[in-house]
Nanobody
Framework: QVQLIESGGGLVQAGDSLRLSCAAS????????LGWFRQAPGKEREFVAT????????YYADSVKGRFTISRDNAKNTVYLQMNSLKPEDTAVYYC?????????????????WGQGTQVTVSS
C-alpha cells in the first residue's frame, strides 16, 4: 500500500507557473504507474497526465499538452507536475494517483491509490 501527499498548489494569475509535488510512502514506489487528475467544482474528475514506472513514457490530456510536464524521481519517491502558461480553466483540485496494475491510463477507475488533493486557482 502507498500513501500519497500532494503539495504546491496555490493562487496564481493567468500565464503563471506552478509545480505540484506528490510524495509517496513505501519502498516500492518504482513499481507504480502514477497519474495526475483534477476536479473542478460541479465537474467530474478528469485525467491530466500519467507517467510510466521507469519514467520513460508520458501521456497528457489534450487540454494540457504542451503546457504541463509530468516527471518522477524514484529515488525521492516523488512525482511532479510542472504547470506553465496556466489558464483560469485549469482551476481545480489536483489529485495524485498511483496504480499497481496496467489500466487504461487516462481512466480514474484504473488507479488504486489517491492523495487528498491540492487546490490550484488561476485568476484571470
Amino acid at each position: 500500500q502507498v500513501q500519497l501527499i500532494e503539495s504546491g498548489g496555490g493562487l496564481v494569475q493567468a500565464g503563471d507557473s506552478l509545480r505540484l509535488s506528490c510524495a509517496a510512502s513505501g519502498r516500492t514506489f518504482s513499481t507504480y504507474r502514477l497519474g495526475w487528475f483534477r476536479q473542478a467544482p460541479g465537474k467530474e474528475r478528469e485525467f491530466v497526465a500519467t507517467i510510466s514506472r521507469g519514467g520513460s513514457t508520458t501521456y497528457y490530456a489534450d487540454s494540457v499538452k504542451g503546457r504541463f510536464t509530468i516527471s518522477r524521481d524514484n529515488a525521492k519517491n516523488t512525482v511532479y507536475l510542472q504547470m506553465n502558461s496556466l489558464k483560469p480553466e485549469d482551476t481545480a483540485v489536483y489529485y495524485c494517483a498511483a496504480t499497481t496494475g496496467y489500466p487504461v491510463v487516462d481512466a480514474a477507475t484504473g488507479y488504486n491509490y489517491w492523495g487528498q488533493g491540492t487546490q490550484v486557482t488561476v485568476s484571470s
